[in-house]
């Protein structure tokens, strides 16, 4: 049996539907998402963000106290979105203030991550945890690291 695209990505929403816990947070689900590309970019971001992310930033986009910053609702991620792509790709040195608060852990690069794969985690954060801003593209990502 052969299942349609469109029966792949429902399938794989309803299973990530069911793997999300109880998150403090006031996020959206990506079962929220009606846009189908993006709702796809999103499933994709998900995953990524789980295996390259979380760790430091925690699945709720949290991040740990004093020690690593916060994405979820974070006003450095939200004033800049080419400055995100740019930190994912290269990382970051020095001090920042997020919310409010000051960090000053560097956060590793992830050279290995292609344009796309930065773009689907860019996707997820910037409609799960911020805003509604659609699809962002392997080409925004491209244009935004060469900045």
């Not at 990505?9 to 990530?16: A, P």
């Amino acid at each position: 049996m052969r299942i349609s695209k469109i029966g792949q990505v429902l399938l794989l929403l309803i299973f990530i539907s069911s793997c999300q816990g109880n998150s403090s947070n006031k996020e959206k689900t990506i079962s929220s998402i009606k846009d189908t590309k993006v709702l796809q970019y999103a499933i994709e971001g998900k995953i990524l963000y789980e295996n390259y992310c979380a760790n430091c930033h925690q699945k709720d986009g949290a991040g740990l106290g004093k020690l690593i910053p916060p994405l979820f609702e974070s006003d450095y991620m939200l004033e800049d979105i080419g400055r995100t792509a740019r930190i994912i790709k290269y990382g970051q040195n020095g001090e920042i203030v997020v919310n409010g608060q000051i960090y000053n852990q560097a956060m590793p690069a992830n050279t290995k991550l292609t344009n796309l794969e930065i773009a689907q985690i860019m996707t997820y954060l910037y409609n799960i945890w911020g805003s509604n801003h659609g699809v962002i593209d392997a080409n925004m990502v491209g244009g935004y690291l060469q900045k």
